[in-house]
């Protein structure tokens, strides 16, 4: 019998239980009339650089529970998104934008 790191890997079989918890699957994609909703009100510009927007940014992350809602996404450029993501300031840049002009 050769070795155990020479051995084929046999895939685990698929479970047949259902799942406790529902997946969260599309409940934190934006919808395409959200979509539209948020580039109509930053009229297609980054709310942060003022260049063309590129990508819809989820102010609060969707892995930490941020929903596909109007109030939780902004347009944003390349640029902007990577800084969003790379940088504490980043995130608490929009996470003050959020408060200051989409809650109020």
Known sequence: MP????????PVPKPKHKRRVRKR????KYSTAVR???IERD???????GALY????????RSAGGKGTVDNGV??????????HSCREGR????????E????
């Open 3 to 10: 070795p155990l790191n020479e051995q084929p890997a046999r």
């Open 54 to 61: 590129d990508d819809i940014h989820h102010i609060i992350f």
């Open 36 to 38: 539209l909703t948020i």
């Open 75 to 84: 347009c944003v450029c390349r640029k902007c998104h990577a800084w969003a």
């Open 43 to 49: 009229k297609g510009f980054c709310v942060r650089c």
């Open 25 to 28: 699957g599309n409940a934190s």
């Open 92 to 99: 608490e840049w929009f996470e003050r934008y959020r408060e």
């Open 101 to 104: 002009r989409l809650l109020t």
